[in-house]
């Protein structure tokens, strides 16, 4: 085959690949000409050598003695120095990058990056060290001169490849897999390392400069991006295998337990469901050096929002309807609960046992009543606690919900109080319920083993904590879904999703400031055929891509809805004057008269 031509590499590639296939991965490794044979054993070794120049001479193909090494325990392969161990950047290589002149051009700069870039596996952070070099790599950049966070990029750069780590571990089958990764505002990366009895040994290296697009993620984003990412990345390492994943971002270790309420990381869930990730263990940003890409700030635990620990419910479903597992709520509405509050005989306790809310009140129960057996389904809610208290300034009413109240509530509710006598006689029956201090608890799975308590609310203190958590200022007035996130993880109550549903779709104030301000469709109706030819047309415009040679670039098309018979004429122009010139000439002279004629009302008919 000559050399020098432009298919020549693809080619002969292509003939090496398949002589070579039934020995490729498994002890052979071929590029163009170059050609690897490695073996656990010596006499192993030989055997495969055997094979493979049996391969070649039987498709009459030569090797010159002078280049082939035979029997290494080391050897130079496509730029790196390998051996049984690892892999690192062959020496020749590192000297020639290192001893090259400082830039001048961007031909320059962008030939000294993809240098570097060959042995980006064996530095950490490249594309952040690299990054105020990129602008230099594109076409047509425009040198602005040489500053100084170029040169102390291009300085970095010689530094890492000349010092330790360079050389990266080949993985073994045996010992756990620990992948580190971090996102900053300009790029991702990660650090896969196995951890063995002679202690951690890096893999390999990954790093990624962010999009545009992707700059504009939120941090939890960002930073899920960069695991998804260096696991897909990493697959031919991490597919099959249990991993641990490393993180400086806390929400992200519960990615594979909890459901989050984002369209784009619930994608990257299932993309990455495929994978076993045995653990996603939180490592503090200056402790995850190795991944880091810039400096974080520290993780508070007081910051962390409810949402943050997801659990799984699976609750007591009764099989059967029947008075005990029957509960009859009421439907709440807008009508009463403001009566309902302004008649509280005594004001809210302030305990530190209690959870106080303020909330401006304008609403009222309406008793409508409901059979439910509807019981919470399998959905994650979120890790509460009943010792919180919040206030507002601007709120003219403190809602009261103390345990205290919360007893005394359930006992007066006769539907609690005869469950709470069931549950006492025989609480075999009941396994998803507790009595704790006189109050009723809905017991809550987290995580397949944990169990978290959560109060039965009584139909008198429904209205409270829905006007609690939707009109209350800090609430936001929020929609249904998010309403019953927030409420489902402190209370419970029978078709407690519906009861939500029905009070905020008749909130006044959601309806006044939530309008559709788009136009409204049009009203779409059959209409009947007409009577006779001729009497109902359609007529409308076509544009051509181009203009024809005789300067025609449009169509006017006019068709009979009855006979669906066509007129058509080609136009220089698209205007009303042309369609009433083709109406008049070749309709009303020769068919006569049309009765009604119809268009989409588009600007060629109304210039």
């Given at each position: 085959?000559?050399?020098?031509?432009?298919?020549?590499?693809s080619?002969?590639?292509?003939?090496?690949?398949?002589?070579?296939?039934?020995?490729?991965?498994?002890?052979?490794?071929?590029?163009?000409?170059?050609v690897?044979?490695f073996?656990?054993?010596?006499?192993?070794?030989?055997?495969h050598?055997?094979?493979?120049?049996s391969?070649?001479?039987?498709?009459?193909?030569?090797?010159?003695?002078?280049?082939?090494?035979?029997v290494?325990?080391?050897?130079?392969?496509?730029?790196?120095?390998?051996?049984?161990?690892?892999?690192r950047?062959?020496?020749?290589?590192?000297?020639?990058?290192?001893?090259?002149?400082?830039?001048t051009?961007?031909?320059?700069?962008?030939?000294?990056?993809?240098?570097?870039?060959?042995?980006?596996?064996?530095?950490?952070?490249?594309?952040?060290?690299?990054?105020?070099?990129?602008?230099y790599?594109?076409?047509?950049?425009?040198?602005?001169?040489?500053?100084?966070?170029?040169?102390?990029?291009y300085n970095?750069?010689?530094?890492?490849?000349?010092?330790?780590?360079?050389?990266?571990?080949?993985?073994?089958?045996?010992?756990?897999?620990?992948?580190?990764?971090?996102?900053?505002?300009?790029?991702?990366?990660?650090v896969?390392?196995?951890?063995?009895?002679?202690?951690?040994?890096?893999?390999?290296?990954?790093?990624k400069?962010?999009?545009?697009?992707?700059?504009?993620?939120?941090?939890t984003?960002?930073?899920?991006?960069?695991?998804v990412?260096?696991?897909?990345?990493?697959?031919?390492?991490?597919?099959?295998?249990?991993?641990?994943?490393?993180?400086?971002?806390?929400?992200?270790?519960?990615?594979?337990?909890?459901?989050?309420?984002n369209?784009?990381?619930e994608?990257?869930?299932?993309?990455?469901?495929?994978?076993?990730?045995?653990?996603?263990?939180?490592?503090?940003?200056?402790?995850?050096?190795?991944?880091?890409?810039?400096?974080?700030?520290?993780f508070?635990?007081?910051?962390?929002?409810?949402?943050?620990?997801?659990?799984?419910?699976?609750?007591y479903?009764?099989?059967?309807?029947?008075?005990?597992?029957t509960?009859?709520?009421?439907?709440?509405?807008?009508s009463?609960?403001r009566?309902l509050?302004?008649?509280?005989?005594?004001?809210?306790s302030?305990?530190?046992?209690?959870?106080?809310?303020?909330?401006?009140?304008?609403?009222?129960?309406?008793?409508?009543?409901?059979?439910?057996?509807?019981?919470?389904?399998?959905?994650?809610?979120?890790?509460?606690?009943?010792?919180?208290?919040?206030?507002?300034?601007?709120?003219s009413?403190?809602?009261?919900?103390?345990?205290?109240?919360?007893?005394?509530?359930q006992?007066?509710?006769?539907?609690?109080?005869?469950?709470?006598?069931?549950?006492?006689?025989?609480?075999?029956h009941?396994?998803?319920?507790?009595?704790?201090?006189?109050?009723?608890?809905?017991?809550?799975?987290?995580n397949?083993?944990?169990k978290?308590?959560?109060p039965?609310?009584?139909?008198?203190?429904?209205?409270?904590?829905?006007?609690?958590?939707h009109?209350?200022?800090?609430?936001?007035?929020?929609?249904?879904?998010?309403?019953?996130?927030?409420?489902?993880?402190?209370?419970?109550?029978?078709?407690?999703y519906?009861t939500?549903?029905?009070?905020?779709?008749?909130?006044?104030?959601?309806?006044?400031?939530?309008?559709?301000?788009?136009?409204?469709?049009?009203?779409l109706?059959?209409?009947?055929?007409?009577?006779?030819?001729?009497?109902?047309?359609?007529?409308?415009?076509?544009?051509?891509?181009?203009?024809?040679?005789?300067?025609?670039?449009?169509v006017?098309?006019?068709?009979?809805?009855?006979?669906?018979?066509?007129?058509?004429?080609?136009?220089?122009s698209?205007?009303?004057?042309?369609a009433?010139?083709?109406?008049?000439?070749?309709?009303?002279?020769?068919?006569?008269?049309?009765?009604?004629?119809?268009?989409?009302?588009?600007?060629?008919?109304?210039?």
């Amino acid at each position: 085959m000559p050399q020098g031509l432009k298919n020549a590499p693809s080619s002969f590639q292509r003939i090496m690949y398949e002589l070579l296939v039934s020995t490729r991965w498994d002890y052979c490794l071929v590029y163009i000409d170059d050609v690897l044979i490695f073996s656990q054993t010596f006499q192993q070794h030989l055997t495969h050598l055997n094979e493979v120049l049996s391969v070649l001479h039987k498709a009459n193909l030569q090797l010159n003695p002078h280049k082939c090494s035979f029997v290494k325990p080391e050897i130079d392969y496509l730029g790196h120095t390998v051996n049984g161990q690892g892999i690192r950047p062959l020496q020749d290589n590192i000297d020639a990058i290192v001893n090259l002149p400082k830039p001048t051009t961007p031909k320059q700069v962008h030939s000294f990056v993809q240098a570097a870039n060959y042995y980006r596996d064996h530095i950490q952070n490249f594309s952040k060290i690299a990054a105020p070099l990129y602008p230099y790599t594109k076409r047509n950049a425009v040198w602005k001169g040489w500053t100084e966070q170029m040169d102390k990029a291009y300085n970095e750069l010689k530094i890492r490849l000349t010092s330790p780590p360079v050389f990266l571990n080949f993985p073994d089958d045996f010992s756990p897999l620990v992948l580190s990764t971090d996102a900053s505002g300009d790029g991702m990366g990660g650090v896969l390392r196995q951890i063995t009895p002679d202690g951690p040994k890096v893999i390999k290296y990954v790093s990624k400069k962010f999009s545009l697009a992707q700059k504009k993620y939120s941090t939890t984003e960002r930073e899920c991006l960069a695991m998804v990412w260096c696991i897909q990345k990493l697959k031919e390492y991490v597919w099959g295998r249990p991993i641990e994943i490393e993180t400086d971002h806390c929400p992200l270790c519960s990615f594979n337990k909890k459901k989050f309420q984002n369209s784009r990381i619930e994608r990257w869930q299932l993309e990455l469901s495929e994978y076993h990730i045995d653990k996603i263990r939180y490592k503090r940003g200056r402790c995850n050096c190795d991944a880091d890409l810039l400096s974080r700030f520290p993780f508070d635990k007081a910051d962390t929002d409810d949402d943050a620990h997801p659990l799984r419910i699976r609750s007591y479903t009764p099989s059967t309807i029947d008075p005990i597992n029957t509960l009859q709520v009421n439907a709440i509405t807008r009508s009463t609960t403001r009566q309902l509050l302004r008649n509280r005989s005594s004001p809210p306790s302030s305990s530190s046992t209690s959870l106080s809310t303020t909330t401006l009140t304008r609403s009222k129960t309406k008793k409508n009543t409901i059979m439910g057996s509807r019981d919470a389904a399998d959905v994650p809610v979120s890790h509460s606690t009943m010792t919180t208290t919040s206030t507002a300034d601007n709120s003219s009413q403190i809602i009261d919900f103390s345990m205290d109240r919360i007893r005394n509530e359930q006992l007066k509710d006769p539907d609690l109080r005869r469950r709470i006598q069931a549950i006492n006689k025989d609480p075999h029956h009941f396994p998803n319920d507790i009595i704790e201090q006189q109050v009723l608890f809905k017991l809550v799975t987290r995580n397949g083993n944990t169990k978290l308590k959560i109060p039965w609310v009584p139909v008198s203190m429904i209205s409270d904590v829905l006007s609690a958590y939707h009109d209350h200022p800090m609430s936001g007035h929020f929609g249904v879904n998010r309403t019953y996130n927030k409420i489902k993880g402190k209370f419970f109550w029978f078709q407690m999703y519906d009861t939500i549903k029905r009070y905020v779709r008749s909130c006044t104030e959601c309806a006044r400031f939530n309008v559709q301000r788009k136009k409204k469709p049009g009203f779409l109706q059959q209409e009947q055929p007409p009577d006779g030819v001729f009497e109902v047309m359609q007529m409308d415009f076509w544009t051509a891509p181009v203009r024809s040679y005789n300067g025609n670039q449009y169509v006017l098309i006019i068709t009979d809805r009855l006979s669906k018979y066509v007129f058509a004429r080609t136009l220089p122009s698209a205007t009303a004057k042309d369609a009433a010139e083709m109406i008049f000439e070749d309709i009303i002279l020769k068919h006569g008269a049309i009765r009604c004629l119809q268009s989409d009302q588009g600007s060629h008919f109304k210039n």
